[in-house]
Nanobody
Framework: QVQLVESGGGSVQAGGSLRLSCKVS????????MGWFRQAPGKEREFVAA????????KYTDSVKGRFTIARDNRENTVYLRMNSLGPEDTAVYYC??????????????????WGQGTQVTVSS
């Protein structure tokens, strides 16, 4: 069974930065597309970013373009989300997810096969 464990969340002031990590326990990690999603209280889970199996292709939701960067290290079975210029609107629980279709990079959470437990990010103004 594939397990995903996020870390790196916390509380920061507006304008600050955080780097989230997601460690994946799967020998086939290098075949998966990976995504980051977030869910704020009272809202639906929303797509943040995704990248394909080799990290050469990425996709972002418009609100984070230019501020967030998704990357992966297939030797370490880890995907990262670097978040800069954070604002209160970025406050949410952040989840990483694995899509066994390594080229898909879908914004649809229903297409992802495995999920982490989430890590809280809180940005104060």
């Amino acid at each position: 069974q594939v397990q995903l464990v996020e870390s790196g969340g916390g509380s920061v002031q507006a304008g600050g930065s955080l780097r989230l990590s997601c460690k994946v326990s799967a020998r086939t990690f290098g075949l998966y597309a990976m995504g980051w999603f977030r869910q704020a209280p009272g809202k639906e889970r929303e797509f943040v970013a995704a990248l394909n199996w080799n990290g050469h292709h990425t996709k972002y939701t418009d609100s984070v373009k230019g501020r967030f960067t998704i990357a992966r290290d297939n030797r370490e079975n880890t995907v990262y989300l670097r978040m800069n210029s954070l604002g209160p609107e970025d406050t949410a629980v952040y989840y990483c997810a694995a899509d066994h279709n390594g080229d898909r990079m879908s914004p649809d959470p229903d297409l992802y096969d495995d999920w982490g437990q989430g890590t809280q990010v809180t940005v104060s103004s």
